[in-house]
């Protein structure tokens, strides 16, 4: 089966590739290293071509709504409708879990891409997932004496196994919005990135930033957590730091 991997160059979308390798199907890249460009819409028909599933992991760093909706409102419709023309079956997208309590510009997008693609044309499922044992890493990648980091209680997961429950949902049939995944524990962002830090030999202070406002006070809630059940994901934090995957993450790093 060809399974169309739109962000398939990004952290996630790595580990999606390889998913669908080591599922026994076809990876398709959407990226602009490969010909397409979501945004403008170039070269997504060609690359659909017998395509049976999309699986969407693009993504923008922007802090600001009206960028992040007009990235993922584009890029979903682009996406949507190109594969509505290609007989495409399944349209599945990766969200995150406390958009719809969590004032933030980006999840504003990220809200704008989940009802497109739960009104769309094409049969669609969307997973919403915690933050990525990589994040942490993402945050200590930028030199200086000090990382600085917020105060998130999150439950953490590391970005393969949600590669993994993204492709078998991909082989299921659509579901519209399915319950939240997560990692095994509730754990503290700047207590990672220490734990980071510490296993790679790296000398730096780690300054914890509280968000202010009303923000502050529902992540400090647990509006970033799970609610009710759902997939769990099984490596610990100190199992991925020892895993190949944190090493593939530190070549990745900006």
Not at 37 to 50: C, P, Q, S, V, Y
Not at 67 to 82: P, Y
Not at 119 to 131: E, I, K, Y
Not at 210 to 228: E, H, N, S, W, Y
């Amino acid at each position: 089966m060809r399974i169309a991997v739109a962000g398939g160059t990004g952290w996630i979308g790595r580990f999606v590739v390889d998913a669908v390798r080591t599922a026994g199907h076809e990876p398709v890249i959407l990226a602009r290293s490969t010909g397409v460009d979501l945004i403008r819409g170039l070269g997504l028909d060609e690359a659909l071509t017998g395509a049976a599933v999309i699986i969407d992991v693009s993504n923008t760093s922007t802090s600001s709504r009206k960028r992040s909706e007009t990235f993922f409102g584009t890029a979903t419709g682009n996406l949507l409708a190109a594969g509505r023309r290609a007989g495409v079956r399944h349209h599945v997208a990766l969200s995150v879990v406390g958009i719809d309590r969590v004032n933030l510009g980006y999840y504003a997008g990220k809200r704008r891409q989940e009802a497109l693609v739960l009104d769309g044309a094409v049969p669609a499922t969307v997973l919403r997932s915690t933050q990525f044992y990589e994040f942490a890493a993402q945050l200590v990648a930028y030199p200086g004496p000090i990382a600085v980091v917020p105060a998130l209680l999150t439950q953490p997961i590391a970005a393969h196994e949600v590669a993994r429950c993204l492709v078998d949902l991909a082989m299921a049939d659509p579901a519209g919005l399915v319950p939240d995944i997560a990692g095994p524990h509730q754990l503290r962002m700047p207590d990672l990135a220490r734990r980071l830090l510490r296993a790679r030999r790296r000398h730096r202070v780690v300054l914890p930033v509280r968000v202010p406002g009303a923000l502050g006070r529902t992540v400090a809630a647990g509006g970033l957590l799970p609610t009710g059940h759902g997939p769990r994901g099984t490596q610990t934090f100190d199992q991925w730091l020892a895993s190949p995957a944190a090493r593939r993450t530190t070549r990745w790093a900006r």
